[in-house]
């Protein structure tokens, strides 16, 4: 059974992120004094009395404007409203009620779900201000003072909530969804490729590079698995990064890669690998995660017999530090081989979770020894005793030795070339950890 799901609605700026981060405990929403900072939906995992539930934070509802992104995000709002089990309507005391806050109150009604009205900013204790029963016209019954800032009435709103939510299940569903960073600089079709997945809207596609902020999670279920899509902003070189919205936007999208199981890299057809596409992948490299290497817009390119295999090559060529990933080339726009990605997002996920016993790799370590002989240094050769695997996601291996400073870093990538070559491991890094003998570790 799946989590209640709270939303939290409001017009712009009145601290519905703010809000959202207290809720969850973390800073995973931007939070700026600057009306719009929050586009698209935002999901967290949240508990209370026991009671595990998703809340989602949401852009700014204006009811009245042409602003096409201002327009999208009333969108998502929309979205997350029909979505949600319980909603947060997030007022603030310092305007009282406004024609805005009438106008989304409307629409919350007509919804027919339950609603929680929250009176935000209410920063004092003892006497609540005057203007506070105000917002009794709205309709919604008993509003609940809170202070996001100061955490002050957040239990009370909680436990509004959870009043609201279905019966609990007998049994909790254990999540084995495959998480999946979607990853590259900005325009190259992450969100594109999002929407076409989920088969909606699920966040804002504009030319305009930098229209995604956050980092938005999207669950879906197909006949090849469950997954948690998670389509981060895009990122830029640091020397671009000006702006201090931006900068919490490419942080949010390297901590989208620490916490997903695959990462899929994309890249535009049209400009071939860039020095910042270089960048991006090996944060995923260097974070040991499983991935695949996407090259979108391949419709938009002139085709030749051989077009795509020279074109691999040059990939690989340029990524030659995760020459272990699998390239596949598409079209967000058409459709194009886009199934094939469940395909492969299993294959190297199931790869960087693979265990080997300890006998089948040092078999391996012995027929790579007979073939290529250990260094020597000075009259001094390198000896290996044995080795074994430790850890997966990624793969983690360590050898034992008789001197570290011997085992040379070519030798190293020998051994795990050969591993490779015996037991696959296709899309994910391998670690290798070099001891000697006398390490207390």
Known sequence: MARPLVAIVGRPNVGKSMLFNRLVGK?????????????????????????????VDTGGIEPTTDNEILLFMREQANIAISAADVIVLVTEIGTGVTAADAD?????????????????????????DPGFYEFYSLGLGDPIAVSAVHGHGTGDLLEECVKYFPPESAEDEEDDRIRVAIIGKPNVGKSS?????????????????????????????????????????????RSKVDDRIEKFSVMRA????????????????????????????????????????????????????????????????????????????????????????????????????MRITTGLLNNVLSDAQARVQPPTDKGRRLKIYYMTQTGIKPPNFVIFCNDRELFHFSYQRYIENQIRAVFGLEGTPVRIVIRQKGDKE
């Open 104 to 128: 989304v109150a409307g629409m919350l009604l007509r919804s027919k779900k339950p609603v929680v009205l929250c009176v935000n900013k209410m920063d004092s204790t003892g006497e609540p």
């Open 254 to 353: 390297q901590l989208a890669i620490e916490r997903a199981d695959v990462c899929l890299i994309m890249l535009d057809a049209r400009e071939g690998v860039t020095e910042q596409d270089t960048k991006i992948a090996g944060l995923a490299h260097e974070a040991g995660k499983a991935s695949v290497i996407i090259v979108n817009k391949w419709d938009l390119v002139e085709k030749e017999t051989g077009t795509m295999e020279k074109m691999r090559k040059q990939v690989m060529f340029d990524l030659s530090f995760m020459s272990y990933a699998p390239v596949l080339f598409i079209s967000a726009l058409t459709g194009q081989r886009v199934q094939r990605i469940y395909e492969l997002i299993n294959y190297v996920n199931d790869q960087s979770a």
């Open 27 to 55: 800073r995973l929403s931007i939070v700026e004094d600057t009306p719009g900072v929050t586009r698209d939906r935002l999901y967290a995992e949240c508990e209370w009395a026991g009671r595990k539930f998703d809340i």
């Open 193 to 237: 490729l999002t929407n076409l997945i989920c088969g909606e809207n699920r966040v804002i596609v504009s030319s305009v590079a930098g229209t995604t902020r956050d980092a938005v999670d999207t669950r879906v279920e197909n006949e090849f698995g469950k997954y948690t899509f998670i389509d981060t902003a895009g990122i830029r070189r």
